[in-house]
């Protein structure tokens, strides 16, 4: 019996050490509170799942994926299309409204697909929102060219939202430059850093997107000098999360909310 | 619903300590668990009476307590029912609950509560020490109190369990 008292002492002291934070890093739930996560209870971009990661402290934000419908209306979801994951089939850019309203996804659950506009109760001053804009319709093979609709709807999330930080991601560069208007702030998703350099030099975006395990603490610094910020994402393991952390980026995009606040905190 | 529940099984559980004509055996070990929210080790202590063998345990998630540095405890009872009971073999099947809890955010007031409640099977097999095999599905509920809302958030989701252990019969 002594043995297992000495491990449970030893389990509570190493689980008591001090440890390192990060103030500065602001942590963003991935698709709200993780995208394929076991302990995610909800499915990604559902409304649950947003509104538990939007309600826990610690969490500043979430990151979303935003497509837009046949109506131009912005509705939220990850894959290209509908087929694997809910009861209906296609991509979003062909269906209507009326259509979406009716799809759920596969799970237990059976959490519905969400408008953007729906998030708007949810959201708070001090919340950040980063819109992944999805312009790609697989059904099409081709990218979405209704640009001054979907910036309207774009400009009309922000002016109803009490977020006061929002912003748009694109990996897709030429995409990204036919948007005229500015008021929302752009993020571009890149894996090279001289295509970041390049799209700082270039364009007027707040920053640039990065997955973890392309960019070292380095090349993120240099990208920050530019007086840009930088987000990282694909962030799950707390090894990961916590060699995401050490890089200081400006906002970390999680799939494991709840281990990546244990680590900031 | 919950609390008559756990009256009912008190009850049961004092109903089957009653009825024994038999001197309880008595078991400790430690077991390894696969789950979603951690991987959790815990310490167990179990009684073998007639027609059930209730199990206590005690633990922590290894993925937060040791690599997170953030101790989360787990408290645990189990009543498995014998199906097969041998001098070597053990089969039980039976209902359990678990209770888990753990501050995310030191910076913050708010506790994470976790409670389960699952149905599952267990096995043993040896004389004095024992190889122990069980699993368990059911459901999880998680609460915490909302700092931004100030308002208490719960949710439920399946939950299950595999777990692999040993013991030792102490008498």
Not at chain 1, 109 to 123: D, G, N, Q, V, W
Not at chain 1, 212 to 219: G, L, M
Request: glycine share 6%; with cysteine.
């Amino acid at each position: 019996m002594r043995w297992i008292n000495l491990i449970f002492i030893c389990t509570i002291l190493v689980a008591c050490r001090k440890k390192e934070t990060f103030p500065t890093v602001q942590l963003l739930g991935h698709a709200g509170m993780g995208l394929s996560q076991q302990n995610a209870v909800y499915v990604d971009n559902s409304l649950e799942s947003i509104e538990l990661a939007l309600s826990l402290t610690g969490s500043n934000g979430v990151e979303i994926d935003v497509q837009f419908s046949k109506d131009g209306t912005a509705w939220l979801f990850h894959d290209f299309k509908l087929d694997e994951r809910t009861n209906s089939s296609g991509c979003i850019a062909e269906k209507t409204d009326e259509e979406l309203s009716k799809i759920h996804y596969k799970t237990l659950k059976k959490e519905k697909l969400i408008r953007l506009s729906e998030i708007l109760p949810y959201t708070s001053e001090s919340h950040i929102i980063i819109l992944d804009l999805k312009g790609f319709n697989a059904c099409t093979n081709s990218y979405l060219s209704n640009l001054e609709s979907i910036e309207n709807e774009l400009v009309n999330f922000k002016n109803k939202c009490k977020s006061t930080a929002i912003f748009c991601v694109t990996p897709n560069y030429d995409w990204m430059i036919q948007f005229k208007l500015i008021e929302i702030p752009f993020f571009f998703e890149t894996d090279e850093l001289s295509s970041a350099l390049a799209a700082i030099e270039n364009q007027p975006i707040e920053g640039i997107v990065v997955r973890n395990s392309k960019f070292d603490r380095e090349e993120i610094a240099q990208i920050q000098a530019t007086e840009k910020k930088v987000v990282i994402f694909e962030v799950r393991s707390p090894k990961g999360i916590r060699s995401a952390l050490r890089k200081l980026p400006d906002y970390l995009i999680t799939d494991d909310l709840r281990a990546t606040i244990i680590e900031k905190y | 619903m919950i609390k008559g529940a756990l009256v009912g099984f008190c009850l049961f559980l004092q109903f089957s300590v009653v009825a024994q004509d038999s001197i309880p055996r008595f078991e400790t070990g430690t077991a390894l668990h696969l789950h979603p929210i951690d991987f959790w080790h815990t310490f167990e202590f179990q009684a073998h009476l007639k027609k059930v063998s209730p199990l206590f345990s005690v633990g922590y998630g290894i993925n937060r307590s040791l690599f997170q540095r953030r101790f989360f405890p787990h408290l645990g009872v189990e009543v498995p029912f014998k199906l097969i009971s041998t001098s070597k073999f053990n089969l039980g099947v039976g209902p359990s609950v678990n209770v888990y809890f753990l501050r995310l955010n030191r910076a913050g007031k708010s506790m994470h509560f976790w409670h389960e409640y699952m149905l599952g099977y267990r096995i043993s097999y040896g004389k004095r020490w024992k190889f122990t095999h069980g699993s368990a599905a059911g459901f999880r509920m998680e609460r915490f109190q909302s700092e931004l809302t100030n308002q208490a958030v719960s949710h439920s989701s399946f939950s299950y369990q595999i777990h692999l252990g040993v013991s030792y019969a102490l008498d």
